[in-house]
C-alpha cells in the first residue's frame, strides 16, 4: 500500500469512525444481537441468503451504503451493525500484514507454514489441502479470540512468469496446472464448512464420518472462511525499470491469456469454489484490472464466480492517480463498479462515491448490487447468525493454534518440499554417528527473521538452521562470513575461512532473503547477491571434504559455479522453509528424511536478464531473440529445469498401458462433422477447435495411462511422478512440452506400485491458438514419464 495513501486513510478514518466509537461500550460486537437486532429479516436463517442480503441492503441509506465499500466497513449502529474489517492476510499461516489480524492479544503467534513456493515444491496435493485447512482452524480460533476477521486475501496464484518477481515465492511456480491444482486445494481446505462432529474430534471425540458438511461451500452455501484467488490477472512484475505495478500495462496476447495467466483463476472459482476474487494494480492491454468488465463479468458469468470482488489496496485510485485511465477520481469508482469492484481496498470510494452518483456516472442500484455481493458472503460466513460464541467453530480456541498437529504439518511441507539439486558421490545424506564436526556458515545460518519469506506472521516457536543442527552435532560452529544478505564486504570471510577447515563437514548457506526480493522488489540479477559467491568458493577452496550448499530465496539463482564445481558436492534449495524449516533440512542432510521435491520453476542463467521484465510473452519469438518463458516455451540455456529434484534412492517407470489411438469423431454431433468437413474442403484437419464445436468436456473420451514405478535402491522414498505431453506442432505456439498429471507417491525400497493417471484430451492435450480458443492438435502425441514414452495418435 502506497505511504501517501495510508496517511490519507489513516486522517479519513480518525474523523468518520470517531462517531462509531464514541459508544464502545453500548456497541455491540455481532451483528443480529437479541433481543432487539435480531429481528430484523436478514437474522433470519430460514430465509435464503440472497433475500437476507436483499433485506439487508433495502435498510440502509445511501451514506450507510457508501460506508460500506472500504476494507473497514462502518458499522450501522441504528441496526445493531458493527464495523468489520475485510482484510486478514493468510498465504501460509496467518499473517498481520492486513489491519484484520493481529498477535497483541489472548493469541501471540499462529503456525508458519513454508512459503508457498517451497510447499508447491512437494507437489503432494494432500499436504496442500491440509495446509489450507490448518490454517482456516487458526483463522477461525483468531477470529474468536477478537484477533482476525473472516474474509482473508489467500492464495497469490499468478504464474511464476519472470525469475525476477519479488513475490514470485508466494505463488505456486510457473506451471499453470500445477497452480491452478494447489490454488483449489488450498480454497477447498480453507473454505470448506467442517462437520460439528469433525470439530468435536479435535477435542477426542470419535467420529469416522465425512469430513465435511453435506454443503459444500458453494453458491449459497456456508462458509468456515472465505479464501480470495488474487491477483486478477497478468500481475507479476514489481518495480522493474521504468515500470512499476501502479502503472504498469501488460500487454497479453490472447492465446498466453488463454493458457497461461487465466487457468488458475478459472480453477480457483470454478473448481476451488473461492468466494472471492481480487483484481490487480496493472491495465491487461490497456485497461486497468479493477474496470475491466468483461474478465470480471466473465467470471461470473462463465466460470460461476458467487462471491466478492474487491480491489487489491487502492487498486480503485491506481487506475485514475496513475494509470491515467480516467479523467477523475469519481470516474475511476464509477468504471470500477460498473466492471465488477463491489469492494475497494481502501478508501477511494468512500470517498469519491456519493459524487460519482450524483454526477450520474453510476447508480444506487449499482452499488445495492456490490453490497448483495459483500452482505452474501458475510452471512455464508454466519456473521449475522447470532452470538459466535453460541456457533458452529464456538469451540475453537487458543488450544487450536500452534498445536503439535499443525507444526508437525508445517514440518511435514518442509520437509516434502526441499529439494535437492546435486548430489555428486554421494556425499549426502550424512552419517550422524561417524560427523564429529560440522561448520555452517552464511548471514541466513543464524537468523530467523527471514525463515517464512513475505507474509509470515509471528511464528509459534522459531529457530535457525544452526540451532538444528546442533541437536544432531554438539561440535558445530557457526560464522556469518557476510554481515547480511547483501554482502558487500568481506571482512568476515577470515573466521568462515577458519572454522570451515577445522570441520569434519562444512555447509554454506547462500541465497535470498526478503532484503533482495518481495513486494514492491523486484531483482535485476539473477546472480547471488554481493560477495556472496566469493564466500562459498573461498570456503570450498579450504573444507577437508566437498562442501553441502543450502540455497535460500523464493526466486532462482544462478548458481551454475556450485553446479559444476567439484568442491562443492551438494546443493539443497531450501526456499523460506517457515518456522520447522531447520529441523527438516538437518533431517535431510543427516537422512532421517529422504528429499523427494522437486522445483516448481525453471532456473534461468543470468543472461536471462536481458530480457525484458515487462515482456508478458510466454511463446519465444527467434525473430526478436526473444527466448520465451517457463519451460513450456523458454529455448535458453537452464541452470536448473522444472521439475528437477534428486533423492537418495532411485526410481523407474515403466508405462503398462495407455491407448494408442483415439479417436475423436464421437465428440462431434452428426451435423457439425459434416459442417466441418465441408468448412475445410480438401485441406486436411490438422485440429479441433473446441469451441467451434460447441464442446467444452470430453468426458467420454477419458483414458487413463497406467504405470509401474519401482523404487530401485536402498531407502524408502516418496516419488513425485510428472506425465508430461509432447504435442504435435500443428500450429504456431505448441508448448516444448507440458505437464500433464503429477501425483507423489510413497515407495518403499524395493518395491514397486502401480499407479494411474486420468487423461482429459479437451483439458490437458489442447492448447490455445492464436485467437485464444482452445484446439486439440490432431496427429501423434508423445506422452513421458522419465524416460519412458508412449506415443498416442489423435484420429477424427
Ligand atoms: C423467518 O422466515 C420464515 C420464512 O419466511 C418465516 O416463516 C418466519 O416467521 C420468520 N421468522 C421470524 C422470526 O420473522
Ligand atoms: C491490538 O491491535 C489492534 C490493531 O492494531 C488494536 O485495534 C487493538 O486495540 C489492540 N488490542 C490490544 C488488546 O492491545
Ligand atoms: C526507461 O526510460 C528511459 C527514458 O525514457 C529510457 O531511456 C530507458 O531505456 C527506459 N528503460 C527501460 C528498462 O525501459
Ligand atoms: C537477521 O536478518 C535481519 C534481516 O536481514 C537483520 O535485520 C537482522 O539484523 C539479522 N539478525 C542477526 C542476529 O543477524
Ligand atoms: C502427502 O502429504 C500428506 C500430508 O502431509 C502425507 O500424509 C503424505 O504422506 C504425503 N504423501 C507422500 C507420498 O509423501
Known sequence: ??????????????????????????????????????????????????????????????????????????????????????????????????????????????????????????????????????????????????????????????????????????????????????????????????????????????????????????????????????????????????????????VVTEQDMEDTYQPPFQSCIRDGKASCLMCSYNAVNGVPACAQEDLLQKARAEWGFKGYITSDCDAVATIFEYQGYTKSPEEAVADAIKAGVDINCGTYMLRNTRSAIEKGMVSEEQVDQALVNLFAVQLRLGLFDGDPRDGHYAKLGSNDICSSGHRNLALEAARQGIVLLKNDHKLLPLNKNRVSSLAIIGPMANNISNMGGTYTGKPCQQKTLFTELLNYVKKTSYAS????????????????????????????????????????????????????????????????????????????????????????????????????????????????????????????????????????????????????????????????????????????????????????????????HKKLLLQNGDEVIRYLELDDLGVNSCESLRFNVRFSVTNTGETDGSHVLMLFSRMPPVLSGVPKKQLIGFDRVHVRSNEMIETVFVIDPCKQLSVANDAGKRVIPLGVHVLFLGDSQHSLSLEF
Open 481 to 672: 562470513g557476510c554481515s547480511d544478505v547483501s554482502c558487500g564486504s568481506g571482512t568476515g570471510f577470515g573466521e568462515a575461512i577458519a572454522i570451515a577447515k577445522g570441520a569434519d563437514f562444512v555447509i554454506v548457506v547462500a541465497g535470498l532473503d526478503l532484503s533482495q526480493e518481495t513486494e514492491d522488489r523486484d531483482r535485476f540479477s539473477l546472480s547471488l547477491p554481493g560477495k556472496q559467491k566469493d564466500l562459498v568458493s573461498s570456503v570450498a577452496a579450504v573444507s577437508k571434504k566437498p562442501v553441502i550448499l543450502v540455497l535460500t530465496g523464493g526466486g532462482p539463482v544462478d548458481v551454475t559455479f556450485a553446479k559444476t564445481d567439484p568442491r562443492i558436492g551438494s546443493i539443497i534449495w531450501i526456499g523460506y522453509p517457515g518456522e520447522t524449516g531447520g529441523q527438516a533440512l538437518a533431517e535431510i542432510i543427516f537422512g532421517d528424511f529422504n528429499p523427494g521435491g522437486r522445483l516448481p520453476m525453471t532456473w534461468y542463467p543470468e543472461s536471462f536478464t536481458e530480457v525484458a521484465m515487462s515482456d508478458m510473452h510466454m511463446r519465444a519469438d527467434s525473430s526478436r531473440g526473444y527466448p520465451g518463458r517457463t519451460y513450456r516455451f523458454y529455448t535458453g540455456p537452464q541452470v536448473y529445469e522444472f521439475g528437477i529434484g534428486l533423492s537418495y534412492t532411485r526410481f523407474d517407470y515403466k508405462i503398462i498401458s495407455a491407448p494408442s489411438r483415439l479417436s475423436l469423431l464421437k465428440l462431434l454431433p452428426q451435423h457439425s
Open 1 to 250: 500500500m502506497n505511504l501517501q495513501w495510508i496517511l490519507i486513510s489513516l486522517l479519513f478514518f480518525t474523523s468518520a469512525i470517531a462517531e462509531t466509537f464514541k459508544n464502545l461500550d453500548s456497541h455491540p460486537k455481532f451483528p443480529c444481537k437479541p433481543p432487539h437486532f435480531s429481528s430484523y429479516p436478514f437474522c433470519n436463517v430460514s430465509l435464503s441468503i440472497r433475500q437476507r442480503a436483499l433485506s439487508l441492503v433495502s435498510f440502509l441509506t445511501l451514506p450507510e451504503k457508501i460506508g460500506q465499500l472500504s476494507n473497514t466497513a462502518a458499522s450501522v449502529p441504528r441496526l445493531g451493525i458493527p464495523p468489520y474489517e475485510w482484510w486478514s492476510e493468510s498465504l501460509h499461516g496467518i499473517a498481520d500484514n492486513g489491519p484484520g489480524v493481529s498477535f497483541n492479544g489472548s493469541v501471540s503467534s499462529a503456525t508458519s507454514f513454508p512459503q508457498v513456493i517451497v510447499s508447491a515444491a512437494s507437489f503432494n496435493r494432500t499436504l496442500w489441502y491440509e495446509i489450507g485447512s490448518a490454517v482456516a482452524v487458526e483463522g477461525r480460533a483468531m477470529y474468536n479470540a477478537g484477533q482476525a476477521g473472516l474474509t482473508f486475501w489467500a492464495p497469490n496464484i499468478n504464474v511464476f512468469r519472470d525469475p525476477r518477481w519479488g513475490r514470485g515465492q508466494e505463488t505456486p511456480g510457473e506451471d499453470p496446472k500445477v497452480v491452478s491444482e494447489y490454488g483449489v486445494e488450498f480454497v477447498r481446505g480453507f473454505q470448506e464448512r467442517r462437520k460439528t462432529k469433525v470439530l468435536k474430534r479435535r477435542f477426542g471425540d470419535d467420529d469416522d464420518g465425512d469430513a465435511h458438511d453435506d454443503d459444500d461451500g458453494g453458491d449459497d452455501g456456508k462458509l468456515m472462511l472465505s479464501a480470495c484467488c488474487k491477483h486478477f490477472t497478468a500481475y507479476d512484475l514489481e518495480k522493474w525499470g521504468n515500470f512499476t505495478r501502479y502503472d504498469f500495462n501488460a
